[in-house]
């Protein structure tokens, strides 16, 4: 290469050496804190509940993918990674992650009742029913909020009959970090 073809270059180089700021970082610049490396480590899994309390579901769940790498696919991560996904609306990746869960630890009430919510969304209802009596007596009928999952889908297995308008009488709620409701809007 000759030197000709590199002067432009060069005054480029030069000129944002002449500027204000030149090479070196102004005092007024805001910058991100630097990590300290014997800082404590934040767990994910803490984190992502946090964020599915505000209501930042796609956050929540990269926080869950990164509990994930850390601890591995349990049971609880499995869980928290559903009811993300179930959040968002997913319910074909919820179910999914919250039927592994239920295999994997098929002692926890909140997945089995998620796992329900998913069910009943997806006009999957004898199933959910089915799968809402498990949490129910997971449980030992103390949860309001599967108890009244349960009451609404065993209504709707007696009135298999119903149409898009009473269908669209129910709502998903969210109540705590991984406990899903369906209520009805009036």
Not at 1 to 27: E, K, N, Q, V, Y
Not at 47 to 53: F, K, T
Request: net charge negative; glycine share 6%.
């Amino acid at each position: 290469m000759t030197l000709g073809r590199l002067w432009p270059a060069f005054i480029l180089i030069g000129l944002a050496a002449c500027s204000p700021g030149g090479f070196s970082t102004s005092d007024d610049a805001v910058f991100a804190p630097s990590v300290d490396p014997r800082g404590a480590v934040v767990d994910q899994l803490t984190v992502g509940h946090r964020l599915m309390a505000a209501r930042e579901y796609e956050l929540a769940l990269s926080s869950f993918s990164l509990a994930a790498a850390e601890q591995g696919l349990t049971p609880e991560v499995l869980l928290s990674m559903g009811s993300a996904n179930l959040a968002l609306g997913r319910l074909n990746q919820a179910e999914d992650l919250l039927r592994r869960a239920t295999k994997d630890d098929p002692e926890s009430p909140d997945a089995w009742n998620n796992l329900g919510v998913v069910l009943i969304e997806t006009g999957k209802t004898a199933e959910a029913a089915q799968v809402f009596r498990r949490a129910f007596a997971l449980d030992n009928g103390e949860s309001v909020a599967i108890r009244d999952n349960l009451r609404l889908a065993l209504a709707k297995m007696e009135n298999s009959q119903y149409t898009a308008e009473i269908e669209q009488e129910y709502k998903l709620v969210r109540r705590g970090s991984s406990d899903f409701l369906i209520r009805p809007t009036r």
